[in-house]
Each structure stands twice: as C-alpha cells, then as structure tokens.
C-alpha cells in the first residue's frame, strides 16, 4: 500500500461509528501492511469471536498470530506499524494503539481444527480468522477448564459464538469441533456440552 492509501484507509476507520466495523476496518488495513511483507497474520482469540458474531460480543483489543514461516520479528513489526500515521506503541512494541482500538501483535498460531482459515474482505484487504471451531472450543475451555476455574466473561463469550453457530447464523462442523473439544489441548467435552445445552434451552426460551 502507498502512504496515501494508508492514509485513505486511515480516515475510512476514524469516520466508521460501528466500533465492531472500526476494528475490522483496522484489522484489515494492518492485516494487508503484513501481508504485502510476506507474512501471514491471522486473528484469533475473542478478536475473531467479535467478528465471527457481528459485534454481539467485543473483545476490546485484535489480536493477531502469524501462520508458519516467516515470522516478523520486534523490528520488522515496528517498521511496518509505522507505516500508519499516528500509530502509538506500549509493551515493547506488542500492542499499538490506533484511533482510540488497539492490536496486539503475538506469537505463532496454535489451533487443532483441520480446517482452512476463515477470510473476510474488507475494503483494504483480507482479513483472517482461527476456524470457528477452534475459536468455540478454546473459549468454553477458557471460561470453564483452564486452571479448574470459571471466568464470566469468557462464559459470556463462549455463549454468544455459540448462539451464533446453534442459531445458524454462522455454519460449524459440529463433528470437528468435538474432535478439537477431546484433543488433548483441551479434553473439555463435558464442558462444551454442558455450555450447547444451555444456550440451547436460552435459545428455546427465548423463541417460546
């Protein structure tokens, strides 16, 4: 991208007032800037949750890993973060703050779902999301497995992704999604039953 289509990119995601559409704007243009150097970011964690469901759920940050090799190290992420205008850097330059949303830069994507990236298109370029049924799973081990405790809002999170899928809003592999929820990265099918079933029964009250 040349400066003036950043800058034109950059105006498009101050004037946009959806913040779940501002974030994707965002995720977009610093998505494109990484690509054109031959990296491949993905999102994933409650980010993608926020986009896989419109904004029902928002996670306050993008966080973006990278799949396979090349991977870009402290000074080529800066150098590409810098490209944007008034662009902001905190955490030894992981997280950047940019029109008031911010996107953390991670590590290598870890996820057990064979499936292919999700892709959306926005109007600077493609953005990348962990598969649904990774994301789904990841966030009910998250909310109700990880450390043999209970987190609310990753709760809450997991819930609305799965209202989203179980409404049919937004199409799962429901086969794949309990081979990931038994892999022994997470072992929590007991748990993602227990979370279907009670969106189901929320879902069904709601409808009655």
């Known amino acids: 991208m040349t400066a003036h289509e950043i800058v034109a990119a950059l105006i498009r995601v101050r004037e946009e007032t959806d913040l ?5 704007l965002l995720a977009g243009l610093v998505s494109e800037l990484f690509r054109e150097r031959g990296f491949e970011p993905v999102i994933v964690g409650g980010s993608a949750i926020e986009f896989y469901t419109d904004g029902a759920y928002m996670s306050g940050d993008t966080d973006i890993c990278w799949t396979g090799w090349p991977q870009p190290d402290n000074d080529q992420r800066r150098e590409i973060m810098l490209q944007i205008p008034g662009v902001k850097s905190h955490g030894g330059g992981k997280s950047w703050g940019i029109e008031g949303l911010w996107i ?4 290598e994507i870890d996820y057990r779902a064979d499936k292919a990236l999700s892709r959306f298109d926005t109007p600077h370029g493609e953005v990348r999301l962990i598969p649904v049924e990774d994301a789904l799973v990841g966030r009910v ?3 109700r497995k990880y450390c043999n405790g209970y987190d609310e809002k990753d709760d809450d999170c997991a819930k609305k992704l799965m209202a989203a899928v179980l409404s049919k ?4 592999d429901w086969e794949e999604a309990y081979r990931v929820a038994a892999c022994s990265k997470y072992n929590c099918v007991p748990e993602f039953d227990a979370v279907k079933a009670e969106v189901e029964a929320e879902l069904a009250k709601s409808a009655s």
């Open 104 to 107: 953390d830069l991670l590590g």
């Open 20 to 24: 779940n559409s501002k974030s994707l």
């Open 141 to 143: 081990y998250a909310a």
């Open 169 to 172: 809003r937004l199409p799962i």
